[in-house]
């Protein structure tokens, strides 16, 4: 990670409900804080290479918090986790206003990044458009190549 992301991120990364993702899986053998890591780094290339000056705060906070919902889609439940591509964004976003003070900027980023499967929940700024688009193609390589 660089210096900026380091920085943006540092208090958050180190909060152990953060830590936690740790322990799910996301995609192959990639744990749910893995996959949010590369998202940030994918989303911190992005900007940087297409200059689209977007906010670094609600870029990063949005793009590390994405998954935040804290259990392991895996796993047989009550049924719940069928809709996991559905759902856990809400989830998600609960997190990180329960455990982080988290601005309506960052909510939303948190909050539209599975479009277009949740076809209603279009992004609507430069950010939440950077973080679905590099979940998008974080999550395809992981999906094929690290299992």
């Not at 943006?8 to 749910?32: A, P």
Request: with cysteine; aromatic share 12%.
């Amino acid at each position: 990670m660089n210096e900026i992301i380091e920085r943006t991120l540092s208090e958050i990364i180190s909060d152990c409900h953060v830590q936690k993702m740790k322990h799910f899986q996301q995609h192959g053998c990639v744990s749910t804080y893995e996959h949010c890591e590369s998202v940030v780094e994918q989303s911190y290339k992005i900007n940087r290479i297409l200059h689209l000056n977007s906010d670094m705060d609600t870029l990063l906070k949005g793009a590390l918090l994405h998954d935040f919902y804290l259990y392991d889609w895996h796993e047989e439940d009550d049924g719940s986790h069928r809709r996991h591509g559905f759902i856990h964004a809400e989830r998600a976003c609960l997190n990180a206003k329960h455990y982080f003070d988290v601005n309506e900027k960052i909510q939303h980023v948190i909050w539209c990044h599975m479009w277009p499967l949740n076809i209603r929940r279009i992004p609507k700024s430069r950010e939440a458009w950077i973080v679905c688009v590099a979940d998008k193609y974080v999550s395809f390589y992981e999906t094929l190549f690290k299992r």
